[in-house]
C-alpha cells in the first residue's frame, strides 16, 4: 500500500507568490516523523523541513512551512516568497518510529515564472 | 548534504558488466542506507547496513545485488551483469545512530550515482 501521496504531478507558480504542495500519508504508528526534500535538476536530494507526530506545533524553516494536520494525515508544505531557483522536484516522505527506511512520494515538479 | 560522498556521480556500463557504486558516510556516522530513484519516482529503500552487517536488504533484488559496509573504507553496492531496467539514480544516506523519531532526525543523503545502462 502507498504510505506516501503527492497528487500533484506539477505546478506553476509565480515568483514572489506562495505555493502549497500536498502530501498526505498513510500509518497506523501513532509515532512517526514526515520531512520534505528537494530535488534540483543537478539531482542531488536537499533536506528541507522535518515534523514529528507529537510536534504540537507546525514546523518551519525560513520560507518553508509545514501544515500539519495529523487527523486528516496530511502534511502539505509551503513555499512563501518564491523564487526562480526554487524550480526543482519535492519529495515528501515518512518515517514511522524505530524504523530506518523512508518512504517517499512520487514528488511534485515546481516551476517557478518570471 | 556534502558530507556523505558517493562516487563516481555518473556510471555508464554496457549490459552484462558491473557497477561498483561507493559511498563514504559523514564522519562518525557508522549506518548507511542506500536507495534507488527509477526515472520520474520517489526513493525507494534498498539495503541498510552498519559496519560490516547487513542489518535489512529487504528492498533489494534478489539477484545481481549485493552490498557490503566494511570496516574500513566505504559502502559499496555492486549489481552484477547489469540490465538495461537497472538505469536509475543510487543515493546513499548515514546517520550517526539508529533513526530515532524525535530530535535532529533529518537523513543526511550523498549527491547520488547515476546509472546508465547502454
Known amino acids: 500500500a502507498q504510505k506516501i501521496t503527492q497528487t500533484q504531478p506539477g505546478m506553476f507558480v509565480q515568483e514572489k507568490e506562495a505555493v502549497t504542495l500536498d502530501c498526505t500519508y498513510d500509518t497506523s504508528d501513532p509515532s512517526y516523523g514526515l520531512f520534505w526534500y528537494k530535488q534540483p535538476s543537478s539531482g542531488e536530494m536537499i533536506f528541507l523541513i522535518y515534523q514529528g507526530s507529537y510536534d504540537q506545533q507546525n514546523a518551519t524553516e525560513g520560507r518553508y512551512s509545514l501544515n500539519f494536520q495529523k487527523a486528516r494525515k496530511s502534511a502539505n508544505l509551503v513555499i512563501s516568497a518564491s523564487q526562480l531557483g526554487d524550480s526543482a522536484m519535492y519529495f515528501c516522505?515518512?518515517?514511522?518510529?524505530?524504523?530506518?527506511?523512508?518512504?517517499f512520494g512520487a514528488g511534485t515538479t515546481v516551476t517557478v515564472r518570471a | 548534504n556534502a558530507g556523505v560522498m558517493q562516487n563516481p556521480r555518473h556510471l555508464v556500463r554496457r549490459r552484462g558488466q558491473e557497477a561498483r557504486l561507493r559511498c563514504s558516510p559523514m564522519k562518525g556516522h557508522s549506518h548507511v542506507y542506500w536507495y534507488r530513484q527509477l526515472p520520474e519516482e520517489g526513493l525507494k529503500f534498498m539495503v541498510y547496513?552498519?559496519?560490516?552487517?547487513?542489518?535489512?536488504e529487504s528492498g533489494m533484488p534478489k539477484e545481481r545485488f549485493s552490498a557490503e559496509f566494511p570496516k574500513e573504507g566505504p559502502s559499496i553496492l555492486r549489481i552484477q551483469q547489469v540490465v538495461r531496467g537497472d538505469s536509475a539514480a543510487y543515493f546513499c544516506?548515514?546517520?550517526?545512530?539508529?533513526?530515532?523519531?524525535?530530535?535532529?532526525?533529518?537523513?543526511?543523503f550523498g549527491q547520488g550515482t547515476r546509472l546508465t545502462v547502454v
Open positions: 547496513l552498519q559496519k560490516e552487517n547487513i542489518i535489512d
Open positions: 516522505a515518512m518515517r514511522e518510529a524505530n524504523d530506518y527506511k523512508l518512504s
Open positions: 544516506a548515514s546517520s550517526f545512530q539508529k533513526f530515532r523519531d524525535r530530535g535532529n532526525t533529518e537523513a543526511f
